[in-house]
């Protein structure tokens, strides 16, 4: 954040609810509270009732929380931003992405910097809280919480205030049950390929509503949709995209996980690794992830790009993982350089040509570096 905050007048730094967005914010900027503007708080919306004259005048840094509520600030940020474009003018703070906040639009190009916080990652808080950090996910007060049964209870309150209130504050006007069925449904087909008929159809909804529900949270930051990479070669390659509940913690509330007991129990605990491993990697400073697959059953996890070349990555939930078909179709189709398999165990060995096998709690912990051993 502080090297966004070099180089561009407005910076935009986005996340889901309880992410720790605001903590950032005053250990960062450490702003007077004159300098502060949190729209949920009644009081800093009456400040703002003349945008303009409110915020033209202040020096150093203007931190303005919540701004997905008041998208009409936004054009008069860009008119001050041009008036004043000292690096780090404005940090604006929101619960949803870009696109939906509205600091993503064209008239912002070249002014706007954007620093996404996803939680904590494993590198926060050291190798050890691996199991804590995948069953409680990675909102501070749900990992931090004394022990599972309050951080449970937490995370069901975060479920329950997102869907009756926080979804309406993003312009989503959906019955909170009905989003409730929905996600919970969607934890179920957590890391599997979107099929919107099928979930239209368990809905009794059209498929442009149900696609229209997972938009809406994958807006909130709360859901993931991993887009299929295309490459030009004769087979028949997936075109839908992968569905993920982006925190751990929240997907097993929504599938009445508790402990790790009932989570290495569930069905669903393949998928729930996948997906946590696949989220803490994103948080490893990457940009324009994929996965890839083919109808005939080749498939990526996961597929990123370093040093101009890419690399592939397949998460396995056990600790001694082998040389699949799928991993040298992938090697070969994709021209990959290097095929990482992030795996549960404790040591990294070599699988075979191109193909290393390497502890998640390594790679989490050490990030890309990890590679390079």
């Given at each position: 954040m502080?090297e966004?905050?070099?180089?561009?007048?407005?910076?935009?730094?986005?996340?889901p609810r309880?992410?720790?967005?605001?903590?950032?914010?005053?250990?960062v900027?450490?702003?007077?509270?004159?300098h502060v503007?949190?729209?949920?708080?009644p009081?800093?919306?009456?400040?703002?009732?003349?945008?303009?004259?409110?915020?033209?005048?202040?020096?150093?840094t203007?931190?303005i929380?919540e701004?997905q509520?008041?998208?009409?600030?936004?054009p008069?940020?860009r008119?001050?931003a041009?008036?004043?474009?000292?690096p780090?003018?404005?940090l604006v703070?929101?619960?949803a992405?870009?696109?939906?906040?509205g600091?993503?639009s064209?008239s912002?190009?070249?002014?706007?910097?954007?620093?996404?916080l996803?939680?904590f990652?494993l590198a926060d808080?050291?190798?050890?809280?691996?199991?804590?950090?995948w069953?409680?996910?990675?909102?501070p007060?749900?990992?931090?919480?004394?022990d599972?049964?309050?951080?449970a209870?937490?995370?069901?309150?975060?479920i329950r205030?997102?869907?009756e209130?926080?979804?309406?504050?993003?312009?989503v006007r959906?019955p909170?049950?009905?989003?409730?069925?929905?996600?919970?449904m969607?934890?179920?087909?957590h890391?599997?390929?979107?099929?919107?008929s099928?979930?239209?159809?368990?809905?009794g909804?059209?498929q442009?509503?149900v696609?229209?529900y997972?938009?809406a949270?994958?807006d909130?930051?709360?859901v993931?949709q991993?887009q299929?990479?295309?490459?030009n070669?004769?087979?028949?390659?997936?075109?839908?995209?992968k569905?993920y509940?982006?925190d751990?913690?929240?997907?097993?509330?929504l599938?009445?996980?508790g402990t790790?007991?009932?989570?290495?129990?569930?069905?669903?605990v393949?998928a729930?690794?996948?997906g946590?491993?696949?989220?803490q990697?994103?948080l490893?400073?990457v940009?324009?992830?994929w996965?890839?697959?083919?109808?005939?059953?080749?498939?990526l996890?996961?597929?990123?790009?370093s040093?101009?070349?890419?690399?592939?990555?397949e998460?396995?939930?056990?600790?001694?993982?082998?040389?699949?078909?799928?991993m040298?179709h992938?090697?070969?189709d994709l021209?990959?350089g290097r095929l990482?398999v992030?795996h549960?165990?404790?040591?990294?060995?070599?699988?075979?040509e191109?193909?290393?096998?390497?502890p998640?709690?390594v790679?989490l912990?050490e990030?890309?570096?990890?590679?390079?051993?």
């Amino acid at each position: 954040m502080r090297e966004a905050m070099s180089r561009a007048p407005i910076v935009l730094l986005t996340g889901p609810r309880q992410a720790g967005k605001s903590t950032l914010a005053r250990a960062v900027v450490d702003p007077t509270p004159s300098h502060v503007f949190d729209l949920e708080d009644p009081r800093d919306d009456a400040r703002l009732a003349e945008p303009m004259l409110a915020l033209r005048e202040l020096d150093g840094t203007v931190v303005i929380d919540e701004a997905q509520r008041r998208q009409d600030l936004f054009p008069l940020l860009r008119v001050l931003a041009d008036e004043d474009d000292r690096p780090g003018r404005f940090l604006v703070l929101g619960s949803a992405s870009p696109d939906l906040v509205g600091l993503a639009s064209e008239s912002l190009a070249g002014r706007v910097a954007l620093v996404e916080l996803g939680g904590f990652r494993l590198a926060d808080l050291g190798p050890d809280a691996l199991g804590d950090l995948w069953l409680r996910g990675g909102l501070p007060r749900s990992v931090l919480a004394t022990d599972d049964g309050r951080s449970a209870a937490w995370r069901d309150d975060y479920i329950r205030t997102f869907l009756e209130r926080d979804l309406a504050t993003l312009g989503v006007r959906v019955p909170a049950t009905t989003m409730r069925r929905f996600w919970t449904m969607l934890a179920h087909y957590h890391g599997q390929t979107w099929n919107g008929s099928e979930l239209a159809r368990a809905l009794g909804v059209s498929q442009p509503t149900v696609a229209r529900y997972l938009d809406a949270l994958s807006d909130a930051l709360v859901v993931r949709q991993l887009q299929p990479w295309f490459v030009n070669i004769a087979k028949r390659q997936v075109r839908a995209p992968k569905v993920y509940v982006r925190d751990s913690g929240l997907l097993h509330r929504l599938l009445a996980i508790g402990t790790m007991d009932d989570l290495l129990n569930h069905p669903k605990v393949g998928a729930s690794w996948e997906g946590f491993v696949i989220e803490q990697i994103l948080l490893l400073d990457v940009s324009d992830p994929w996965y890839w697959a083919t109808h005939a059953g080749a498939e990526l996890d996961l597929l990123v790009h370093s040093a101009g070349r890419p690399v592939g990555l397949e998460v396995k939930r056990t600790d001694r993982p082998r040389v699949t078909l799928s991993m040298r179709h992938a090697l070969e189709d994709l021209e990959l350089g290097r095929l990482v398999v992030v795996h549960a165990g404790e040591q990294a060995f070599r699988l075979a040509e191109r193909i290393d096998a390497i502890p998640a709690r390594v790679l989490l912990t050490e990030g890309w570096s990890a590679l390079d051993r």
